[in-house]
């Protein structure tokens, strides 16, 4: 069966599309974003987000709840903060060490 997903307007409508741009879906398909997945799981998401946001909850407020649940690995990006900071920072090093040691 497949629900309707009823995009709030207004704060809410900027906070459903912020949770839903920066929260991978956990389908286990091809790793996207939930607005641009189209599986059934992203759908029951894609619900669930328009929910949180219709109940008031703001972006950052769902995005965290997710993350708390399920880990950074839902998130489109990690922050760059901590050991993620090799993910931001270990190619450009490795491109520069690789680039010195040629030259």
């Not at 759908?43 to 649940?69: C, F, N, P, W």
Request: aromatic share 6%; hydrophobic share 45%; charged share 15%.
């Amino acid at each position: 069966m497949i629900v309707a997903v009823v995009v709030p307007e207004g704060a809410a409508g900027k906070a459903y599309e912020y949770a839903a741009t920066t929260l991978l879906c956990d389908c286990g398909c091809n790793p996207q974003s939930v607005k641009e997945c189209a599986c059934g799981r992203a759908e029951e998401m894609r619900v669930a987000l328009a929910q949180d946001a219709g109940a008031g909850k703001t972006g950052d407020a769902i995005v965290a709840a997710y993350v708390s649940k399920y880990g950074q690995k839902i998130l489109v990006s990690p922050p760059a903060s901590g050991f993620n900071l090799i993910a931001w920072t270990g190619p450009a090093i490795g491109v520069l060490s690789a680039t010195v040691l040629i030259a």
